[in-house]
T-cell receptor, first 109, second 116 residues
Framework: GQNIDQPTEMTATEGAIVQINCTYQTSGFNGLFWYQQHAGEAPTFLSYNVLDGLEEKGRFSSFLSRSKGYSYLLLKELQMKDSASYLCAVMDSNYQLIWGAGTKLIIKP | GAVVSQHPSRVICKSGTSVKIECRSLDFQATTMFWYRQFPKQSLMLMATSNEGSKATYEQGVEKDKFLINHASLTLSTLTVTSAHPEDSSFYIC????????????FGPGTRLTVT
């Protein structure tokens, strides 16, 4: 079966760095996405990785290792507004998105 | 960036009635739109894939006669929840694929449906 695993909840301090991991087992691979979702709102796109390596975009970076079925989202200089759920999703061979359950990130002052 | 709107944002209806939710791509043509459902503290669940001008493709376990999807134009898809029941109460989100970067989905703001 297809499976996306990510931690349920993480806590970090304002100004610090946090890494949210995602492992996946899917039927084929056509890219991995990270989305941010605030409570009661729709997800917003953060990043897309299809090749191995690190993609940096401002305070957010996303890493992919296809051989390990592994990705992480790195958030630097954490701000209170970064408190949200972070969803990992993989596009399978049928170009369908398989979603993880999301990681709730709590930022403390 | 591409913008997707949904209407209404919140709706409360009585059990047994039907509710229509609209999803519009405002500044791009979306040949494909997706409808998701999200329960509290759970991941998004794909309900159906909607292609303009053709019948929607429903995911296993989703009742096509209960969740009617129409994609009549390149900028509008509608989801109608028929004979709603309290267990249909949920957050419904649509997304659309932009032709410029077809792997990136743009999400609507979601519709909170409460069935009393």
């Amino acid at each position: 079966g297809q499976n996306i695993d990510q931690p349920t909840e993480m806590t970090a301090t304002e100004g610090a760095i946090v890494q949210i991991n995602c492992t996946y087992q899917t039927s084929g691979f056509n890219g991995l996405f990270w989305y941010q979702q605030h409570a009661g709102e729709a997800p917003t796109f953060l990043s897309y990785n299809v090749l191995d390596g690190l993609e940096e975009k401002g305070r957010f970076s996303s890493f992919l290792s296809r051989s390990k079925g592994y990705s992480y989202l790195l958030l630097k200089e954490l701000q209170m507004k970064d408190s949200a759920s972070y969803l990992c999703a993989v596009m399978d061979s049928n170009y369908q998105l398989i979603w993880g359950a999301g990681t709730k990130l709590i930022i403390k002052p | 960036g591409a913008v997707v709107s949904q209407h209404p944002s919140r709706v409360i209806c009585k059990s047994g009635t039907s509710v229509k939710i609209e999803c519009r791509s405002l500044d791009f043509q979306a040949t494909t739109m997706f409808w998701y459902r999200q329960f509290p503290k759970q991941s998004l669940m794909l309900m159906a894939t909607s292609n303009e001008g053709s019948k929607a493709t429903y995911e296993q376990g989703v009742e096509k006669d209960k969740f009617l999807i129409n994609h009549a134009s390149l900028t509008l898809s509608t989801l109608t929840v028929t004979s709603a029941h309290p267990e249909d109460s949920s957050f419904y989100i649509c997304s659309a694929l932009s032709g410029l970067n077809s792997y990136e989905q743009y999400f609507g703001p979601g519709t909170r449906l409460t069935v009393t």
